[in-house]
């Protein structure tokens, strides 16, 4: 088991973001952490990544723990946070050889990423030149440097559009398809959930609504997909811009 | 030492890519000190203005007429009157003719005038006795209508001493008010700004270091500075013959101690908010008081005794008084190695503070 997660609780002053979130992924999975605005998904993922402390759980990674193994971590570790922007004036080569010499890797790999995420053509463009796709690309770029057994992707494509959406989703199914990447992905979109992943997770109000393959889940509730499961089982919808 | 070294690489390339930034890092500095040289500097010829009621006492007194003023609903006469002596220097005496005691009012609020002489033959003069332009007005304007000398005249002596000019006691100020803000906005706005950009989250998921990053920060606006304060020293050089009398190593010192010091301010500052305009306000609060009591135009010494002796501890103070004694007096340890320590606790505290409450995320 590459990441298992024990009974998480998080709580920000009033507000219980996390109620108990246990989570295991096995290596080579592909899973969506499915839902709305606020459900806890950011909370749960950069508590995975260590940028935020559980009030109380465990999070294992590859067996090992944060507290005990903070570099360890890092080096198996990929991530894209939501919205990220970096160093305006540099150029898309610049940022990446930056990211690299954090984990010591050649600038030989940094050529393969520009290709990899299909920005060979923007290697000497400004990162504020860049539009949202191209960032966010960039930042998945970023997040394979270290060749990371666990990427972990926050809402990668929100409030792009359907053919930078498209773009993003391309790269992380050749991903898929190398099979050495275990990836858990939050987004709101159904869509994207059912493109890329064969295991669904839907979290709601910061409980773990239900978990299982996406076969499993439609056949179960007799629903033909996503949205309606959730409209079921909550009364709201996932996303009021579900429609790719 | 590879990732200092691509992460002040990162930074340098963001400041020399930035023509806006290299304008504010580099040339304004200069811009600013030739100005302000100008503006303060011993001029070759002094005005000075007065206002009298009647023109016959500046024709007796060798006044020729000038065309009249006429500006925003005030028209007076003006007459001038140039002289040239070893006292005195160069002075070009202008006199307005304020028949009504309305003109002499609107000369007196447009500051045109600072003193009024008043009567034909028994002048009096009236002036602000707080304002030293007007008592300096009074002193000079007096003997020339009165037609008499100061009895000590004879001992007047033009001061000549290199040094000793206001533009020499400003350069030393402008180049410690720079590092400050060379600091406080370079690294402290920096880092708020990098924080709200989320950047600061994306580079703390990495190996990378924390201090890294905080250290190539502030390298890098160490090395501009140095490319700053060589241009602002050979600027002031050429068009103000300013020499550095002291040792270049020991400003260099006092100039690293400098930013250590206002580096440690700058992550303090930069510590906890992600709001760039918070962030603006916290370094406007923290560098106009210090720019106005820290010594930058004027000495600390002109305030109240019991405020005055603590103000040579706050950092500008120390950084403004060590770097004057450099490079005016050419004192080297005795009177900087405390400063020094102070800049280094000053550092070292602030350092510990901003780390402790630093946010990251």
Not at chain 1, 23 to 50: C, H, S, W, Y
Not at chain 2, 93 to 113: H, P, T, W
Not at chain 2, 212 to 218: A, G
Not at chain 2, 336 to 346: A, D, K, M, P, Q
Request: hydrophobic content about 45%; aromatic content about 10%; charged content about 20%.
């Amino acid at each position: 088991m590459l990441l298992s997660i024990k009974n998480i609780h998080k709580t920000f002053k009033t507000v219980k973001a996390l109620r108990g979130v246990s989570l295991d992924l096995q290596r080579g999975e592909f899973v969506a952490l499915l839902g709305p605005n606020g459900a806890g998904k950011t909370t749960l993922v950069e508590i995975i990544e260590g940028l935020q402390k559980p009030d109380s759980g465990d999070v294992h990674i590859n067996g090992m723990t944060w507290k005990k193994n903070f570099k360890d971590i890092q080096k198996i570790l990929g991530l894209s946070l939501q919205e990220t922007f970096f160093f305006d004036r540099c150029t898309v080569f610049e940022v990446l050889r930056l990211f690299a010499s954090f984990f010591k890797v050649r600038d030989e790999v940094v050529e393969k990423i520009l290709t990899r995420i299909g920005m060979q053509d923007k290697r000497n463009a400004y990162s504020m030149t860049l539009s949202g796709g191209q960032r966010q690309r960039l930042a998945l770029g970023i997040a394979l440097l270290n060749d990371p057994e666990l990427l972990i992707l926050d809402e990668p494509t929100t409030g792009l559009d359907p053919k930078a959406r498209r773009e993003i989703w391309d790269i992380l199914q050749e991903l898929k398809d190398a099979g050495n990447t275990t990836l858990l992905l939050t987004t709101h979109y159904m869509e994207e959930a059912e493109v890329l992943c064969e295991r669904i997770v839907l979290l709601d109000q910061g409980h773990i609504l239900k978990d299982q393959s996406l076969e499993s889940l439609l056949l179960e509730s007799g629903h033909k997909d996503l949205n309606e499961i959730f409209l079921n089982m909550t009364g709201r919808r996932l996303s009021d811009d579900s429609v790719v | 030492m590879t990732v200092l070294f691509r992460l002040m690489g990162i930074h340098f390339k963001e400041i020399y890519r930035s023509p806006e930034i290299l304008f504010w890092v580099v040339f304004f500095p200069s811009l600013l000190t030739i100005g302000l040289g100008y503006a303060f500097n011993q001029k070759n010829e002094e005005t000075i203005s007065f206002a009298v009621a009647k023109e016959n006492i500046l024709e007796e007194r060798g006044f020729k007429p000038l065309a009249p003023l006429d500006q925003d609903g005030l028209l007076v006469e003006r007459w001038e009157k140039k002289t040239s002596d070893s006292t005195a220097g160069k002075l070009r005496f202008v006199g307005y003719i304020a028949s009504q005691e309305s003109d002499e009012k609107i000369l007196l609020k447009r500051g045109m005038v600072q003193l009024l002489v008043k009567g034909e033959k028994d002048f009096a003069y009236h002036y602000d006795l707080r304002n030293q332009n007007a008592k300096l007005a009074f002193y000079l304007v007096r003997p020339l209508l009165e037609q008499s000398k100061a009895e000590d005249d004879n001992r007047i002596v033009s001061l000549l001493v290199p040094g000793t000019r206001y533009v020499d006691y400003l350069i030393p100020g402008l180049i410690s008010m720079n590092l400050m803000m060379s600091c406080l906005w370079g690294v402290g706005y920096a880092l708020i700004e990098k924080r709200s950009r989320r950047l600061l989250r994306r580079l703390i998921a990495t190996p990378m270091r924390k201090w890294q990053f905080l250290l190539s920060l502030i390298a890098i606006r160490w090395l501009f500075g140095l490319l700053n304060v060589s241009i602002l020293l050979t600027v002031s050089y050429f068009v103000f013959d300013f020499k550095l009398v002291g040792s270049l190593f020991a400003f260099l010192l006092i100039y690293t101690g400098a930013f250590f010091a206002f580096g440690g301010f700058a992550i303090l500052l930069g510590s906890r908010t992600s709001n760039p305009e918070t962030g603006s306000g916290l370094i406007n609060s923290f560098t106009s008081p210090m720019v106005i009591i820290c010594g930058v135009f004027f000495s600390y010494q002109n305030f109240p005794d019991w405020i005055a002796p603590p103000l040579k501890f706050l950092p500008l103070s120390l950084v403004t008084d060590a770097l004057r004694l450099i490079a005016l007096e050419g004192v080297t340890w005795g009177f900087l190695s405390w400063r020094l320590l102070v800049l280094g606790i000053f550092g070292v505290a602030t350092l510990i503070l901003g780390n402790k409450i630093f946010k990251w995320n």
